[in-house]
Structure formats: structure tokens, C-alpha cells
């Protein structure tokens, strides 16, 4: 171990001997690496702390970049964790028939299940099961965070998994690409722009709840995070402007610095996997990741990367041997986790029956009647947004120039947790007449119409030039441009969008039927006002029986619009 540490001292000093010495690119690195650290250490001490029964939040500006830090964090470990559930899922769904018919229902039914379904039982499990410290807490909000991200993300992977163009499939076929060699070269670059766009239209989704999930009240257990969302809602409650208005701030800050130190690079890199055969458009940049990419200690940990990967690379086993093991266990592996799948639904299914035994028929029948009042008020939000969002979308994606000077506007706006700003524009309903019956679509609208907007964007991004170029020259514009090549190419997209917009509108609903506003609740008639209810009331039956009744109502939708729509668009219009 010595002699391994003397050699990569003794390479990283060699290294940097033969460079010049450190400029503001590697300062740049360090400070990240260190912010970083930071962030974790934070997360992690406050974790580790002995539970208390109630969590102080100090409303003083001095408190928000703290505050701030840790819900970043949070929102950085869920997405990661969203990541990686995508590329699994969305990977096992899109390519193994029979699971097929299990995962895409599941994930239909995972993304219409609000945040307030998932949360009373999933919090009391963790802190039961850590009882002497925050660690389940925690645990709890980062999933929370993950249930507003996950979802459009495989379902965005999903869709472009199914729709990788045959020629590239036969390409791979006839070279006798491995599956892990095909998911590299073939499957995931083609997913990565759609992907990207999604990730950044994920972060906004785990804002949405975030006043929700660190601020979480069951009955009379309060579940109390420190945060900016916790610190938001004490605001709201306690009626501080002040406070308000710097944690609105605070929000928009963390925003534009994410925007600038990962979304931006991340688009940026992801254009090399344009399916392009020309070379139309302006180049978009990123100043961060051009420092980053002059980084001397960013190539010294490439160097070691590349060192360690070769040391600890095994030597190949045989070819029949390798095929032989790679063969049984593709088999069996995915049978094991498929039957494990199953028990698990099927012991869930078994609990929730006994919940759902204490409904009464009058209840189911209420709850029936405000489902089909939500699912108007969501078809509403899609279409309104719908009306803006494609036309936007597609003129940010076909220009580089509106993308590098309109991305960080929309991703503020998006990622902006719009509960925070329910207050304002109740106010202006009220002032207009507006009742919150009609009121709770605009409240939709505001965190639902991103999901379009994104989706379009990275199908219009992802429109070959040459095709483009070859309208130009036939002179095929406005209408018939749009006809016949803009709408069939961003169609897959614009269907994922409408998918995932109706799921987080209904979602939303949670939050817009159910409005707190100058220290009295507004509600109206509907399946989200009665789920709200429930969990403040702590009535697990009522609050079971309203989230059967919209995964329903959710699944079936799915099934016989959604589904068709986009079977018609990878038959129709597919690459």
C-alpha cells in the first residue's frame, strides 16, 4: 500500500514538474471539489445528530446560505439516485418483453401517486427503523426529492431506448456487439439529449415538493428538516415578507449558479451526440466547462483513471467460458428480480387491501366524482400549456443562439418551486373574481407546462441538420416546414411531455385544490383537496382510498390515450 502511494505521489509530482503551474482552471476545480466536500459533510453531521421533536428554523438572513446548501444537496443525491434508477428501469422495461408488461403500468402508477401518498408510511418506516437519529428523516425528504425527479427521466430513457433507429440495431447485430457494448455505443447516446433536457426538467420536479418534503406535519408529529423549503414554509405560516422575499432570492441564486455550473456543461457536452450528418447552427458553449477542460489536475485525475483502470482490469477469461457465465446469469438475474418485484407488490397489495376495507361505498362514490373533476382540471393544464410550450420549445431548440440566452431564463423559472408562489397569484385570482375551482388550473399550469417545454426543446435539438438543410433548399417553410418535418420529429417527445406534464399536474393537484392563503385553507372539489385533507387529518383509509382511485384513474388514462399516441408516433414517425 506504501509503494502505492510513493508511485502516485511520486507521478502527480512528475506531473505537475513538467507543467506550468496552476492557473484559475485549477483553482476553479479545488473550490468545487471543496464545496463539495463541504455540502456532503453538512448533509451527513446533521443526519447523524439525535432526533429532536421539533426542528427550530431560524428565519434570519444570515441562516439562508446554510439552509440553502442543505437543500441542494438533498435535491444533488436524489438526482443522482433518479439517474441511476433510469438507466435499470428504463433499460429492463425497454428491452425485456415480458417485464414490459409489469414496469410500464408500475411507472404509470409510481409518477401518478402524489408525494403525500408516498410520505406518511415511507417516513414513519425510517424513523422507526433509525429511532436515535435523523438519518430516516433524511432519508425520507431525498426520496421524496427522487419521486418528483425519477419518472419523466425513465420515461424519457424508455421512449428513446425503443426508438434507436434499426439501422443503428442491425449495425450492432452484425458486429456482434455485446448488450453492455450495444447500451454504450448504440442505446445511451441516443437517449442522451432527450436524457439531459429531462434531468434539469427533474431537478425543477423535486423543487415543486420541496416546502413539503422538509416541512412535512403528520397529525401532531412534526418531521421538521433544516432547509430552504422548511424555512419557506415557517415564512409563509408566520407571515414574514422579509423572510419571503430573501428566500426567494436565495432560490433564484442557486438556480442560476446550478444552470451555469451543471446544466449548462452538461448540454453543451451532450451535443456530441446529435444524430447529425451536417453541420448547420452555431455552436453552443460553456465558459465553465471550457475552464474545466484546461485544468491540469483535471487531466493528472484522468491520468490516475485511466492507471487504476488498468491495474484492477481482470484478465479475460476465455471466450466460450465468458459467454457461457454472461448467458446464465442475463438469464436468471433478471427472473430473480422480476419474481422479487412481484412479492413485494403482491405484500403490498395485501396491506392495502386491509386499509381499504374501512372505506364506505359513499366515500368511494365522493372520491369518484372528484377524480373526474382533477382529471379536467389536468387535461386543461396540458392543453394550455401545450398551446405555448410547443411553438417555444421549438424555436429555442433549432437555434443555438436563443438556447445559450434563454436556458438559464427558463431553467430559473421552471426550477423554481412554484408553491412559493401560490400565495401571490391567489391573491391576484381573488382580486380578479377568479375562484379556485378554475384558479387550481393556472396553479397546475405553473409547475406542469415545463415538462412540455423541456421535452420540445430536446426534440427540436435533436432534429438532424441535413433534414433541415434539405427544407431550406427545397424551400419548404412555415406551416408545411412545420408539418412536414418539425411536428414528426418532435412528436416522441411532445408525447413523453404530455405523459409526464399530466402526472405532475396531477400531482400538483395536492397543492392547488388545497391552498393555504392569509392563515385560512382554500379548497375545492377534487381528488387532490381530498388527499391534502387526509394527511393532515392523518385518515390512512381516506387518504388509501384517494390514491387507489388516481393511480387508477392515472393507469387507465395512460392506457388508452397516451400509449396509443405514442405507438403511433415509433410506427409512424420513428427514425
Known amino acids: 500500500m506504501k509503494t502505492l502511494a510513493r508511485r502516485a505521489f511520486g507521478e502527480a509530482t512528475a506531473f505537475l514538474r513538467h507543467t506550468r503551474r496552476l492557473g484559475w482552471a485549477d483553482l476553479v476545480v479545488v473550490a468545487a471539489l471543496g464545496g463539495i466536500v463541504f455540502a456532503a459533510s453538512r448533509l451527513a453531521h446533521g443526519a447523524v445528530l439525535p432526533m429532536r421533536p421539533a426542528v427550530e428554523i431560524d428565519l434570519s438572513i444570515r441562516a439562508l446560505p446554510g439552509y440553502t446548501l442543505l437543500s441542494l444537496s438533498r435535491g444533488l443525491v436524489a438526482l443522482g439516485l433518479s439517474l441511476l434508477f433510469t438507466l435499470v428501469y428504463g433499460y429492463w422495461a425497454a428491452r425485456d418483453a415480458l417485464a414490459e408488461r409489469v414496469l410500464v403500468p408500475l411507472l404509470d402508477v409510481l409518477q401518478s401517486v402524489p408525494v403525500l401518498g408516498f410520505m406518511p408510511g415511507l417516513v414513519l418506516s425510517l424513523v422507526a427503523l433509525f429511532p436515535g437519529s435523523n438519518v430516516g428523516i433524511e432519508a425520507a425528504a431525498i426520496l421524496m426529492i427522487f419521486t418528483g425527479q425519477a419518472w419523466n427521466m425513465t420515461f424519457s430513457f424508455y421512449r428513446s431506448v425503443r426508438t434507436v433507429p434499426p439501422v443503428q440495431l442491425e449495425v450492432a447485430r452484425h458486429y456482434r456487439f455485446s448488450w453492455w457494448q450495444r447500451f454504450k455505443w448504440v442505446e445511451l447516446p441516443a437517449s442522451v439529449i432527450g436524457l439531459t433536457w429531462n434531468a434539469m426538467m427533474s431537478m425543477a420536479g423535486g423543487w415543486f415538493f420541496l416546502m413539503v418534503s422538509e416541512a412535512f406535519v403528520l397529525g401532531s408529529r412534526d418531521f421538521r428538516l433544516p432547509g430552504l423549503g422548511a424555512y419557506m414554509s415557517v415564512a409563509v405560516a408566520a407571515g414574514d415578507g422579509r423572510a419571503m422575499v430573501a428566500a426567494v432570492v436565495a432560490m433564484v441564486l442557486m438556480i442560476v449558479a446550478l444552470d451555469q455550473l451543471l446544466w449548462r456543461p452538461v448540454v453543451v457536452w451532450a451535443q456530441k451526440f446529435r444524430q447529425d450528418e451536417g453541420q448547420g447552427g452555431e455552436a453552443t458553449r460553456s465558459w465553465f466547462l471550457d475552464l474545466v477542460r ?6 493528472l485525475l484522468r491520468h490516475w483513471r485511466r492507471r487504476a483502470v488498468r491495474s484492477v482490469t481482470p484478465r479475460p477469461r476465455p471466450p466460450a467460458a465468458r459467454k457461457a457465465v454472461v448467458a446464465r446469469v442475463s438469464r436468471l438475474l433478471p427472473i430473480a428480480v422480476f419474481g422479487g418485484l412481484l412479492l413485494l407488490l403482491g405484500l403490498g397489495a395485501l396491506e392495502l387491501v386491509h386499509l381499504l376495507r374501512e372505506v364506505s361505498w359513499a366515500t368511494w362514490g365522493t372520491t369518484l366524482l372528484a377524480a373526474g373533476a382533477t382529471l379536467t382540471r389536468v387535461l386543461l393544464a396540458v392543453a394550455l400549456g401545450t398551446l405555448w410550450a410547443l411553438p417555444a420549445g421549438l424555436a429555442i431548440g ?3 443562439r436563443l438556447s445559450r440566452a434563454l436556458q438559464p431564463v427558463v431553467q430559473v423559472v421552471a426550477s423554481f418551486p412554484a408553491p412559493m408562489l401560490f400565495p401571490a397569484v391567489v391573491a391576484l385570482l381573488t382580486q380578479l373574481g377568479v375562484g379556485l375551482s378554475g384558479g387550481s388550473v393556472v396553479l397546475m399550469l405553473l ?13 427540436a435539438m435533436a432534429v ?8 431550406a433548399g427545397y424551400r419548404i417553410t412555415g406551416w408545411r416546414r412545420f408539418k412536414l418535418l418539425l411536428l414528426p420529429s418532435v412528436l416522441p417527445y411532445l408525447i413523453t411531455g404530455w405523459v409526464t406534464a399530466a402526472g405532475g399536474a396531477w400531482n400538483a393537484s395536492i397543492v392547488s385544490e388545497y391552498v393555504a392563503y392569509r392563515g385560512q385553507t382554500l379548497t375545492t372539489f377534487g381528488l387532490g383537496a381530498r388527499i391534502g385533507v387526509a394527511a393532515e387529518s392523518a385518515d390512512f383509509p381516506g387518504l388509501a382510498a384517494s390514491v387507489v382511485v388516481m393511480s387508477v384513474a392515472v393507469v387507465l388514462f395512460n392506457r388508452l390515450v397516451w400509449h396509443p399516441l405514442n405507438a403511433y408516433a415509433e410506427r409512424r414517425f420513428a427514425p
Open 294 to 299: 484546461h485544468s491540469r489536475l483535471v487531466r
Open 398 to 400: 433549432l437555434s443555438p
Open 464 to 471: 438532424p441538420s441535413d433534414l433541415r438543410e434539405a427544407a
Open 447 to 459: 409547475g406542469t407546462q415545463w415538462y412540455i417545454l423541456f421535452n420540445v426543446v430536446a426534440g
